[in-house]
Structure formats: structure tokens, C-alpha cells
Nanobody, 117 residues
């Protein structure tokens, strides 16, 4: 199974920036479409961005133009640069495959992003 460890979250003011990082285990990483997900209290987990092994990326409408996803297959890492943050971006952020492969890929602990003045 592939496991993930997220880091980089924190407390920022509206309009601020954060860069999230995720390191994945296993040699299969380079073959997988990777995504960043987030879950706010009382809300379903949602996909905010994903990236193919070769680099093309897609974004949810709510973050398009503000977030940038990237990956380094040689290091088994995927990152999310988050700019112009809004209070509604407040959530726990996770990385995982897209689609989720239940039973194969574990969810990490996530990293908390809080956008507040």
C-alpha cells in the first residue's frame, strides 16, 4: 500500500499563502495521478487539485487561479502552493491518489490550514 504524510499547514490571514507538502511511500507513486483533498468541519472531503504523472493538472473551480499543484516523482512528493487564501479554504488537507483506491492507499493525518484574521 501507498502511505502519505502531509505537512506545511498553519494559521494565515486572508490573502496569505501557504505551501503544503506530501511525501508518499513506495515505488508505485510515479505511476499514479495524485490529488490534494480537503475536509472542513461538517463537510464531505473534496478534491481540490490533481496532477498526472507527466505534469498536467486540474483544479476545482473554487481554487483555480489561486492554487498550484506540483510533483517530484524522483522524491515521491507532491506539493500544493496556496495563494490568496480565503476563510472558506479552512480545512484539513490531505494528499492521496485520484481516484481513491480504497484498501490500497491509506489516508495520512492531514495538515490543518486555518485562514482567519
Amino acid at each position: 500500500q501507498v502511505q502519505f504524510a502531509e505537512s506545511g499547514g498553519g494559521l494565515v490571514q486572508p490573502g496569505g499563502s501557504l505551501r503544503l507538502s506530501c511525501v508518499a511511500s513506495g515505488s508505485i507513486f510515479r505511476f499514479l495521478v495524485m490529488g490534494w483533498y480537503r475536509q472542513a468541519p461538517g463537510q464531505e472531503r473534496e478534491l481540490v487539485a490533481d496532477i498526472t504523472t507527466g505534469g498536467p493538472a486540474t483544479y476545482a473551480d473554487s481554487v483555480k487561479g489561486r492554487f498550484t499543484i506540483s510533483r517530484d516523482n524522483s522524491k515521491n512528493t507532491v506539493s500544493l502552493q496556496m495563494n490568496s487564501l480565503k476563510p472558506e479554504d479552512t480545512a484539513v488537507y490531505f494528499c492521496n491518489t485520484n481516484p481513491i483506491r480504497a484498501g490500497y492507499d491509506d489516508w495520512g493525518q492531514g495538515t490543518q490550514v486555518t485562514v482567519s484574521s
